[in-house]
């Protein structure tokens, strides 16, 4: 499949006044054209990082991107100056964010936001970025876009402004859409719905999307593959279906126990026991071995490669390497391989 | 909208009866009398002069009477100026000391709003220590020393602009620039302190997402968002500019209300006093209600009543 969007051994730093914090350190994925790639993981794997690197939103003042390239079409973006970059910004890449209470302008009519990007990035006039504005706004399920374009954020409610956000990420038909965490703070009805629209306009204006959530429902929903992001490492990419059904990190085992099921009844829910790793000093080995009950002395000591399950499926846990014990996964991730491949034998 | 300002028109005229009445009790209680050689002149001049001015009265008749007549527009006649009405002086008199206040306020503001934008986003740059540099020498310096400078440098050295007197346009550009240093320097911090909270902001963010420049994202969706404080502040030093400066007036000769004002306390001379006092209550009052009017302009969030489709 073509890749659209390639990140390449990418590290980034944040200077803070304790030191330098590696936000980032050694990411690769690429983005097909088309598909939908979750990146998942807990708050401070990096992944928002990851997704603001590319779109150059990181603040200027204590940010650096250490070294690793961004290709998109040929260009790296991480060597683009601002100027070229505000003219990828919007247009070829945009972003939809976590919290669309806070993400529009309150004192800017809602028309107004979205014709913005409309005017400056297809050179339209103000008629035409108008017409264009009001049929996006139908057709990211606003009811009377002709009234609402003439009305201010605070008379949307909160899915509606959701909606608006996406409106305005999609205007120019982005190739690239980046969501980071656009569900999040939605309540769950809500949730739904904007998912299905991301999903049916996806089909519609043939965009990639890099989606970035801790919601792994949300990932089984919407992602076509799964980046498991921890310690600002990936540490297992895969298709959905391998990386729910038959994942090989421990972590990841950690994140499938934890998230509960039908049938999970009165017990407790698991969950992964220790802290994230300090990035500030981060450790030597696998960031994740500290909370790994399976971990190996090597573990500790060097951080593992990434290794190849299939050819869409690679995981970085030395659990893979050939000299390895072997390992049986916690039961709850067993199970759920079990359940897969009973609906598939039943197909 | 109709209903609301209407609403706060009869507030104000509430407003403006309960400070001509406290004014009123208040002036009476200054010790001495108007007539200033009261001491040379025998009791029964001092009893005629009483006399025709009403002082003779007992308290609370004077005060009807000021009341009856303030309700007909009618202001009196000043105790300094033989026969000359209050409502003269005060058009005579705040028409240089309005436009003053009126230049001082446009100029300080614009620049003002110019430079706490730079300083917010060149934060801790020298663009950004120029300005606070800026902004602490027109809050520390007294607008005297400003003026003295100006007139030295300016005026007198290099021959820029005339020195002293209120004869045109030139005249007005010292003691403008002398007058707007401190809504400069005031506009200049409160705009680069809310600009930094609003760049901050997530709608910036998405703003910058969308691809739109630095100058847009400072002019078209930050500045509005940080304006409703600055307006605040702003708003009744519209009045304090407005209604005169005694100092500024006295340095550079110019005929207006400031000076106008004290000298009638000093004389005791009560209409004048009340004119005044009328005149910037009224002024305050208005500019409070403008102020409030365009707290809606910027942020359609707080459009009052009346206002909402």
Redesign the interface.
């Known amino acids: 499949m073509e890749k659209i969007l390639e990140v390449k051994d990418l590290h980034i730093s944040f200077h803070t006044f304790s030191g330098e914090v590696q936000a980032i350190r050694g990411v690769n994925f690429d983005l097909h054209k088309g598909e939908t790639l979750a990146i998942v993981g807990e708050s401070g794997s990096g992944k928002s990082v990851t997704s603001k690197a590319i779109?150059h939103?990181l603040p200027e003042?204590n940010s650096e991107i250490k070294q690793g390239q961004i290709l998109f079409e040929g260009k790296d973006l991480a060597k683009l100056s601002d100027k070229a970059m505000?003219?990828?910004?919007?247009?070829d890449i945009?972003?939809i964010?976590q919290?669309p209470m806070?993400?529009?302008?309150?004192?800017?009519k809602v028309g107004r936001q979205i014709i913005?990007?409309i005017m400056?990035?297809q050179k339209l006039s103000k008629g035409a970025a108008k017409k264009r504005a009001i049929e996006i706004l139908d057709l990211v399920g606003i009811p009377n876009p002709e009234v609402r374009f003439e009305q201010?954020p605070?008379q949307f409610s909160g899915g509606m402004r959701q909606r608006v956000?996406i409106a305005?990420?999609l205007a120019c038909n982005p190739k690239v859409l980046i969501a980071d965490e656009p569900t999040t703070a939605l309540d769950v009805t809500i949730q739904a719905q904007i998912l299905e629209l991301m999903k049916a306009l996806q089909k519609k204006i043939d965009t990639s999307i890099i989606f970035i959530t801790h919601d792994l429902g949300v990932v089984a929903n919407v992602a076509d593959r799964v980046a498991v992001m921890y310690g600002g490492k990936i540490v297992e990419v895969g298709t959905v279906d391998e990386v729910f059904y038959n994942p090989q990190h421990p972590y990841t085992w950690g994140l499938i126990s934890s998230m509960p099921t039908l049938d999970t009844e009165d017990e407790e829910l698991y969950a992964i026991p220790g802290t994230p790793p300090d990035l500030l000093h981060p450790p030597k080995g696998d960031a994740f071995a500290p909370r790994n009950r399976y971990a190996m002395k090597i573990d500790l000591e060097k951080q593992p490669p990434m290794f190849k399950v299939s050819d869409t499926h690679y995981a970085a846990t030395w659990l893979l390497h050939p000299e390895a014990p072997k390992v049986e996964p916690p039961e709850a991730v067993q199970k759920r391989k079990r359940q897969f491949l009973g609906l598939k034998e039943g197909n | 909208m109709a209903k609301y300002v209407t609403q706060r028109i009869i507030y104000m005229i509430i407003t403006l009866f309960l400070i001509a009445s406290f004014t009123f009790f208040l002036m009476k209680i200054i010790p001495g009398t108007p007539f200033t050689k009261a001491d040379k002149l025998s009791e029964t001049q001092l009893a005629i002069m009483k006399e025709k001015y009403g002082l003779d009265d007992p308290v609370p008749v004077q005060y009807a009477n000021y009341m009856m007549n303030l309700v007909k527009g009618d202001l009196g006649v000043s105790f300094q100026f033989d026969n000359v009405g209050v409502t003269e002086i005060i058009v005579k008199s705040f028409g240089p000391s309005a436009q003053l206040g009126f230049q001082a306020i446009i100029f300080g503001t614009i620049f003002g709003i110019i430079l706490g934008v730079l300083a917010a986003l060149k934060?801790?740059t020298w663009v950004d220590y120029g300005s606070t540099f800026i902004a602490v020498l027109g809050k520390s310096i007294p607008s005297f020393v400003f003026a003295g400078l100006m007139q030295y440098y300016l005026g007198v050295k290099l021959g820029w602009f005339p020195v002293a007197f209120w004869r045109g346009p030139e005249y007005t550009i010292l003691p403008t620039i002398a007058l707007a240093m401190f809504p400069l320097a005031t506009a200049a911090r409160f705009v680069r302190t809310e600009m930094i909270e609003v760049l901050e902001?997530?709608?910036i963010?998405?703003?910058?997402?969308?691809?739109?420049?630095w100058f847009?994202i400072a002019f078209?969706?930050a500045l509005?968002?940080a304006l409703i404080p600055v307006v605040t502040v702003l708003g009744p030093l519209v009045v304090s500019l407005m209604t005169g400066s005694l100092v500024i007036e006295k340095i550079f000769g110019i005929p207006g209300i400031g000076e106008q004002f004290v000298k009638s306390i000093q004389v005791n001379d009560y209409p004048v006093i009340m004119g005044t006092t009328l005149l910037f209550a009224a002024l305050f009052v208005v500019v409070i209600l403008i102020v409030d009017l365009l707290y809606g302009v910027?942020?359609?969030?707080i459009r009052l009543a009346g206002g909402k489709k």
């Open positions: 779109m939103l003042s505000q003219k990828i910004r919007g247009k945009s972003m964010f919290d806070t993400s529009l302008n309150p004192t800017m913005e990007p400056k990035h201010y605070h956000v305005i990420a | 934060q801790n902001s997530d709608y963010v998405l703003a910058k997402a969308k691809g739109a420049s847009d078209k969706h509005r968002n910027i942020d359609p969030r």
